[in-house]
Nanobody, 118 residues
Framework: QVQLVESGGGLVQPGGSLRLSCKLSGDRFSDYKMGWYRQAPGKSRDLVAT???????NYADSMEGRFTISRDDTENTVALQMNNLNAEDTAVYYC????????????WGQGTQVTVSS
């Protein structure tokens, strides 16, 4: 069965950086559009970034320039490099995958906490 497992979250000071990683298992990774979403307490789950099967990224306006999404089809992973973090980036970050061109089924990881605080 398809699973998405995130790693790399934690506590970081304002201005710092973190790199999140998500590994897909149970299916052919290259068939998936991947992405990252985040949800702060009491808020909706919002887009951070997505990346197509061919590697083309898409970013929410507030993230572009600070965050970089990438994928490694040899490792079945998608990563999110987060730089110049601020307190407003504090949230649970969720990995997302969509099977493109067949079932179009969507999958979510369990989430990883990112806390930006001094």
């Amino acid at each position: 069965q398809v699973q998405l497992v995130e790693s790399g979250g934690g506590l970081v000071q304002p201005g710092g950086s973190l790199r999140l990683s998500c590994k897909l298992s149970g299916d052919r990774f290259s068939d998936y559009k991947m992405g990252w979403y985040r949800q702060a307490p009491g808020k909706s789950r919002d887009l951070v970034a997505t990346i197509t099967r061919s590697g083309s990224p898409n970013y929410a306006d507030s993230m572009e320039g600070r965050f970089t999404i990438s994928r490694d089809d040899t490792e079945n992973t998608v990563a999110l490099q987060m730089n110049n973090l601020n307190a407003e980036d504090t949230a649970v970050y969720y990995c997302y995958g969509m099977r493109v061109g067949w079932s179009w089924q969507e999958y979510w990881g369990q989430g990883t906490q990112v806390t930006v605080s001094s």
